[in-house]
T-cell receptor
Framework: SQQGEEDPQALSIQEGENATMNCSYK?????LQWYRQNSGRGLVHLIL?????REKHSGRLRVTLDTSKKSSSLLITASRAADTASYFC???????????FGKGTRLSVIA | NAGVMQNPRHLVRRRGQEARLRCSPM?????VYWYRQLPEEGLKFMVY????????ESGMPKERFSAEFPKEGPSILRIQQVVRGDSAAYFC?????????????FGAGSRLTVL
């Protein structure tokens, strides 16, 4: 069953604006990861945040994790047209379990 | 250092035929995962394998689907007697092992179209 649910399903912004995507999940996690998928391609890992972390940065990406609310957000600052893609959150539960992906947020950055 | 290699990239089959999708994991990775993605959908987990061992196949349909990861050679996802509903993109991913982080490296996918 799907664990992560991203919100919104689709987001359209102007180049230079910030994009925020949210992810909610249901069960306790070991870590939460964000992936990006360009149209017709495989997924690329962006960033991982562990359950004992609250915020993490990587370049123009900022991820937050609130385990009490079982939610995470991905912020892309100063967006570029090249950021246009689908973004998925994925959760790793305890034990030797596979990553469970949400349905993704489709981001369109208009130049 | 080649990443995860999947072939074929595109496969067309008629109903009732068999589809075989291959995946060579990234060098040094011993864990392979197969996911299925329908249009405008997220990835649905199918099966998780190590060499010669199926670890978790909870996402695999009970019939017509099978997967293997032999000691030598690529992992293979096999779909027998394909139906139109099998049309999807099938992604393979690999990871180094029980690292605790389980970051996956994905292949470019194999797109199956069933006529």
């Amino acid at each position: 069953s799907q664990q992560g649910e991203e919100d919104p399903q689709a987001l359209s912004i102007q180049e230079g604006e910030n994009a925020t995507m949210n992810c909610s999940y249901k069960t306790s996690i070991n870590n939460l990861q964000w992936y990006r998928q360009n149209s017709g391609r495989g997924l690329v890992h962006l960033i991982l945040i562990r359950s004992n972390e609250r915020e993490k940065h990587s370049g123009r990406l900022r991820v937050t994790l609130d385990t009490s609310k079982k939610s995470s957000s991905l912020l892309i600052t100063a967006s570029r047209a090249a950021d246009t893609a689908s973004y998925f959150c994925a959760t790793l539960n305890s034990g030797n379990t596979p990553l469970v992906f949400g349905k993704g947020t489709r981001l369109s950055v208009i130049a | 250092n080649a990443g995860v290699m999947q072939n074929p990239r595109h496969l067309v089959r008629r109903r009732g035929q068999e589809a075989r999708l291959r995946c060579s994991p990234m060098k040094g990775h011993s864990h392979v995962y197969w996911y299925r993605q329908l249009p405008e959908e997220g990835l649905k987990f199918m099966v998780y394998l190590q060499k010669e061992n199926i670890i978790d196949e909870s996402g695999m349909p009970k019939e017509r689907f099978s997967a293997e990861f032999p000691k030598e050679g690529p992992s293979i996802l096999r779909i027998q007697q394909v139906v139109r509903g099998d049309s999807a993109a099938y992604f393979c991913a690999s990871s180094p092992g029980l690292s605790g982080a389980n970051v996956l490296t994905f292949g470019a996918g194999s797109r199956l179209t069933v006529l």
